[in-house]
């Protein structure tokens, strides 16, 4: 009889189910995916040049570092439904400063962009850290990219086409998802995870956790895998496109590139199986070598513009593979009683990529061309490539000792 009397915005879902998560992660990769090639041009048309772009993205990129190792303090003062829903709502504001179009509306938009973007993945990995089992991992993170493929598939190309049709077109429709992601996150009703109360005490300084975290190789390892993971996806949503427009192939083929490429994450699942049969160490230095050899190859056939786009496009394969297998020897390292700071150490790695890539390309630009951003980045994965081998040789692998066959 108590439950029937419980407080309704205490309750939450009592099981839910791994469908729930993806669906949340589809209705986010709308709002992105409409808007991942579309920014970049908005950007270099109100800035002018490369590194003025890189210069803009690095800014908004160090200031959401530190507002996501906040994050976690943010969950402690107010429960986290109200944190993960305050995200939804800087989707919105970003919106509308982007289609104010101004130079700052522009650079503030991308700002709180970024901190929508990090505050909702928080919450949402803290959730999936919350609810889904260790061994259910690898499968939920697969379903995730199978409800995302859609949106990240047409959004690119749909995003480019509807800003050639009226400016402020792509931002309205993103703004449209934003609030729907908003309502079924409410319909779904996560509440704020299991524990919806925190034992009395202290409140946990957000940088306290680094320190526990800086004392766990395998956490250190899983989260470089992550950084370079998404600094390769930088290189290739952000700055295939300018290359593009300067080697006077248009302003729509990257759009059309990264839709195609995206189109791939329906493979994800056997991916996924593959990577059970396996093990994520062999998944992992197989996707980073095959990245590595591409992206330098992209920079050698320069000269040849069309040979460095089909590089760049068939090493974009190897990304999504990353995508599969690289979050996964961070995920099965985490302790349970760390989930919260632990995720938001993890979604970092969106804050600090978005740091690198664009320092990198900025001081790649002083003394060479476009193309050597793609061959820094090529050995940024020939590294992680070593730092791969260091991984057990069975981590991610069925297992017949847990009933597997």
């Known amino acids: 009889m108590a439950l029937r009397y419980q407080s309704l915005e ?42 003025n772009l890189s210069t803009v993205y690095l800014t908004a990129g160090v200031i959401t570092l530190f507002w996501g190792l906040m994050v976690p303090r943010l969950t402690q003062i107010w429960p986290r439904r109200w944190v993960y829903s305050a995200g939804c709502v800087f989707y919105l504001i970003s919106m509308v400063l982007f289609v104010t179009g101004t130079q700052w509306s522009v650079q503030l938009g991308i700002l709180i962009m970024s901190m929508a973007t990090v505050t909702c993945f928080v919450c949402f ?54 609030v729907i992601l908003f309502g079924v996150f409410w319909y779904l009703r996560l509440g704020s995870g299991k524990q919806i109360t925190r034992a009395k005490g202290p409140a946990v300084n957000p940088l306290a956790y680094l320190g526990r975290f800086f004392r766990q190789p395998r956490l250190i390892a899983g989260w470089l895998f992550a950084v370079i993971r998404s600094c390769g996806w930088w290189v290739y949503v952000v700055y295939v496109p300018v290359f593009c427009i300067e080697a006077g192939l248009g302003d729509k083929l990257g ?46 056939a320069a000269p040849l513009p069309w040979i460095t786009i089909a590089c760049l496009f068939l090493g974009s394969f190897g990304l999504v593979m990353l995508d599969v297998s690289g979050g996964l ?7 349970p009683s760390e989930r919260a700071e632990m995720a938001a150490v993890y979604s970092s790695f969106r804050d600090v990529s978005g740091i690198a890539t664009p320092g990198m390309a900025w001081l790649v630009l002083w003394v060479a061309p476009l193309n050597f951003i793609f061959a ?3 050995l940024a994965f020939a590294a992680a490539y070593f730092i791969a081998g260091g991984l057990h040789p069975r981590l991610g692998s069925l297992r017949p000792s847990r009933g597997n066959p």
């Open 10 to 51: 205490l309750k939450h879902s009592a099981n839910p189910k791994l469908q729930h998560f993806a669906l949340l992660a589809g209705l986010e990769a709308a709002v992105r995916g409409t808007l991942i090639s579309t920014i970049p041009i908005a950007v270099y048309d109100a800035f002018g040049s490369a590194q």
């Open 376 to 378: 820094a980045s090529g």
């Open 255 to 300: 759009g059309f590139m990264l839709s195609v490429s995206n189109a791939t994450l329906l493979l994800s699942p056997f991916m996924a199986s593959w990577v059970r049969r396996r093990s994520v160490r062999i998944a992992l230095r197989w996707a980073l070598a095959y990245c590595a050899i591409l992206f330098c190859l992209a920079t050698i």
């Open 329 to 335: 020897p961070f995920m099965m390292s985490v302790k």
């Open 125 to 178: 990995n803290a959730y999936v850290l919350d609810y889904v089992p260790r061994a259910d991992l690898g499968r939920t993170q697969s379903l995730q990219m199978v409800y995302a493929a859609a949106p990240w598939a047409i959004g690119p190309m749909s995003g480019v086409y509807m800003r050639a049709l009226w400016a402020p077109l792509p931002f309205i429709v993103a703004a449209v998802f934003s």
